[in-house]
């Protein structure tokens, strides 16, 4: 299944205004904050053992106010605008507020705390008016204006000139060239919606947390095994209540659905899940996105688009919605025909075992998983033993990474982390040179975002002589105590996935910080990540990490066939639940300027409707009123992308497949060509020069099992 998960990237912080109510905390500020010098860590790591949560607000606003100053200095500079003083100059701005802006948002998403969330409110209106004050200064933009007016007669390298496009381009999406008058209004509208979508993270975290399924029954639980089961144990006695709790994860369906016999149960924890953020109390999240949708509206009229989805795709690799929409209309039929065959298989087996009622959302997972055992025979209980997650790390995805690149581990224990648990190493390039430091944090907490991503620490830049610090953060269900951390496949993927976010950091190559790493378009970023996952099945490097946690024998020949052959099953659901998501998003902001206060409910039916996805048994991956991606992360009109960069991994995996496979020079060349370049050219160019044509649709119904002659 495809995996849910984005990248946490808080790269492109330019800008400060400070607000008059936050100047008391800049005075808080001085030598002994942990974050006022660059640490002195290797690859100036964050000094997690000196940081304490109070350390964070004084040392991001006074980042914000010192980089004002910068940028204010690079505007009133009275010698005339040249690429050195005034583009070189804004990359060098601000590195007090990158590192401790790039720290907060990392532990308050995966380590959070009723402190650092009031921080994260009270910072939130505070960044995006920094960042307006800056693309709305006008003499700054004049500036960025007439170098790139004399672009073409400056003799800059490429980067150079990437860096001026891509700067100016930032300055007249924000507004840089609206009147005063509007000028004021947008930062009024970001300011708010700022608020509004970090008021939503919170509500939905609580919400989240508030709708785990508790039990104090154990037969309710039937089907999970003795070590789920205690698990949910040890989670009740976290949450001092008696007998049994499910945390819900942030996603529709829940993975334990899977295994389930009781019906009841699996009917209630599906709407535990359905349900959470729409009870009417106050963790209800539905007045603030229909608030958000018109606000967001109402910022694109003000710039100019008819929506909101036209101005945040002008800068994508797709560039308008109507590509997004009409790459996701060719898979629609195809996905859904995929989704009813499989329904067909479904309600075949309940049927057969005379259950008498007719499929429901609740039941897929349980069904589909007695159909996968009856086309298959592949159990998840016989196939985890085999993925015990230090294994699949250190002998499956640093594995693939070092057959493909040639890079090498080493664990760190001297490095201070955020929260227990957290592991760190050492990355060396092919010719032993120290190139990176790796966190990983894999294991769910109640008090961590759900799902996954990739967080930058330290962002590659050889202008500020900077190399990359990243981290992968999961929500892998953590082992019962004594018990091993058994993965499932989707587990596997996601390892596999967030590494390849990892690698897009560790091997940028960039000379300013702006253009580095992971600081690409959003239906690029995830290209990457989602190419990656290919090596997690390929087969050199299955057999070498999936080996038994005990016995450490290699996964058994039938077994490995079988996963082979089932990699296509249940594609038609996940394509579909995916794609019914990504047209809920582009709906949403795809709403005029003039249009009324949305009712969520009824809006969402509507949407789903009229884009052929209201399909009874496959409800869309995230409902909209916990879609964190679109409401609370940067992905609004951007869900797309990960069906988008599906299309682009799938066609770059049978690049690989065309030329040979895994070998150390595909390696190279990809590398090279496309995981070292972050932004530093356009990214529908630099995807064709590697891959000889534009990306196409072929690849990705083949590998997903959906060609139209391809059957079930
Ligand atoms: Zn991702």
């Not at 040249?82 to 948002?105: I, P």
């Not at 499989?342 to 309600?347: G, H, L, P, S, V």
């Not at 160019?685 to 391809?710: D, F, Q, T, V």
Request: charged share 20%; hydrophobic share 40%; glycine share 6%.
């Amino acid at each position: 299944m495809t995996t849910t998960i984005f990248v946490l990237s808080f790269a492109l912080v330019l800008g400060l205004a400070t607000l008059s109510a936050t100047q008391a905390a800049d005075t808080e500020f001085g030598p002994q904050n942990p974050f006022y010098a660059p640490s002195t860590l290797p690859f100036q790591a964050p000094p997690f053992d000196k940081i304490k949560d109070s350390d964070y607000q004084p040392a991001i606003e006074a980042g914000m106010a010192q980089q004002k100053k910068e940028m204010q200095e690079i505007a009133n500079n009275p010698d005339p605008p040249t690429f050195q003083n005034t583009l070189v100059a804004m990359e060098k701005t601000g590195r007090l507020l990158h590192r401790a802006s790039a720290a907060f948002f990392a532990v308050s998403a995966a380590d959070t705390n009723p402190d650092l969330q009031k921080v994260r409110s009270a910072i939130a209106p505070q960044l995006a008016a920094h960042a307006d004050a800056i693309h709305l200064d006008p003499k700054l933009f004049l500036r960025v204006k007439t170098i790139y007016e004399q672009r073409a007669s400056l003799k800059l390298d490429p980067e150079s000139l990437r860096l001026v496009e891509v700067t100016y381009d930032q300055f007249v999406h924000a507004g840089a060239n609206l009147s005063d008058a509007d000028k004021e209004q947008l930062k009024k509208l970001n300011e708010e919606m700022a608020s509004l979508s970090t008021e939503f993270a919170n509500r939905l975290l609580a919400a989240t947390k508030a709708g785990a399924f508790v039990t104090a029954d154990k037969s309710a639980l039937a089907g999970l095994s003795d070590a789920e089961i205690a698990a949910a144990a040890e989670a009740a006695k976290g949450r001092k209540v008696d007998g049994y709790v499910i945390p819900l994860q942030n996603t529709t369906q829940q993975p334990d659905l899977l295994s389930l016999t009781n019906r009841t149960t699996r009917q209630a924890i599906f709407e535990d899940s359905w349900n959470r953020a729409e009870k009417s109390d106050a963790n209800d999240t539905r007045e603030i996105i229909a608030k958000l949708a018109q606000l967001r509206a109402q910022k694109a009229k003000l710039l100019g688009y008819s929506n909101y989805a036209a101005w945040k795709l002008e800068d994508q690799m797709a560039k308008t919605p109507e590509a997004a929409l009409g790459f996701m209309g060719k898979l629609v039929q195809p996905s859904t025909a995929k989704a009813a065959a499989e329904a067909k298989d479904i309600q075949d087996v309940i049927d057969a075992q005379k259950g008498g009622f007719t499929l429901q959302p609740w039941d897929w997972e349980f069904y589909a998983e007695q159909v996968r055992k009856a086309k298959y025979d592949i159990d998840q209980s016989q196939v985890k033993p085999y993925f015990e997650l230090n294994n699949v790390l250190q002998n499956g995805v640093f594995y693939a990474a070092n057959q493909l690149y040639g890079i090498s581990f080493k664990e760190r224990h001297d490095l201070p982390v955020y929260a227990d648990g957290v592991r760190v190493f050492e990355v060396f390039d092919s010719n032993g040179s120290s190139m990176a430091l790796f966190y990983c944090d894999y294991f769910k907490r109640d008090n961590k975002n759900g799902g996954a991503w990739m967080n930058n620490f330290v962002e590659q830049s050889k202008l500020m002589g900077t190399k990359p610090v990243v981290s992968n953060v999961a929500n892998f269900a953590p082992p019962a105590p004594g018990e091993p951390a058994l993965l499932t496949a989707d587990d596997v993927r996601t390892m596999f996935h967030e590494f390849g976010h990892a690698l897009h950091g560790m091997f940028a190559n960039s000379e300013y910080p702006s253009l580095s790493g992971t600081n690409t378009a959003r239906d690029f970023v995830e290209f990457p990540s989602q190419f990656n996952e290919h090596w997690a099945t390929y087969p050199s490097i299955f057999q070498h990490y999936a080996r038994h946690y005990k016995t450490g024998a290699p996964m058994p020949a039938d077994l490995l066939a079988k996963i082979e052959k089932s990699e296509t099953f249940n594609k038609g659901y996940s394509t579909t639940e995916l794609l019914a998501a990504a047209e809920l998003d582009m709906q949403w902001h795809s709403l005029p300027p003039d249009a009324p206060l949305q009712n969520p409910d009824a809006f969402e039916t509507d949407a789903l409707k009229k884009t052929n996805l209201l399909i009874s048994y496959v409800p869309p991956r995230y409902r909209s009123s916990y879609f964190s991606h679109i409401w609370g992360s940067g992905y609004s009109a951007g869900y797309y992308a990960y069906l988008w960069t599906q299309m682009l991994d799938d066609d770059a995996y049978q690049w690989f497949v065309e030329h040979g496979g895994l070998t150390r020079a595909n390696g190279d060349r990809f590398r090279q060509m496309v995981l070292s370049r972050g932004n530093t050219e356009d990214l529908a160019k630099m995807y064709e020069a590697w891959r000889g044509k534009a990306p196409s649709i072929e690849p990705m119904l083949k590998y997903h099992g959906l060609e139209s002659n391809g059957g079930k």
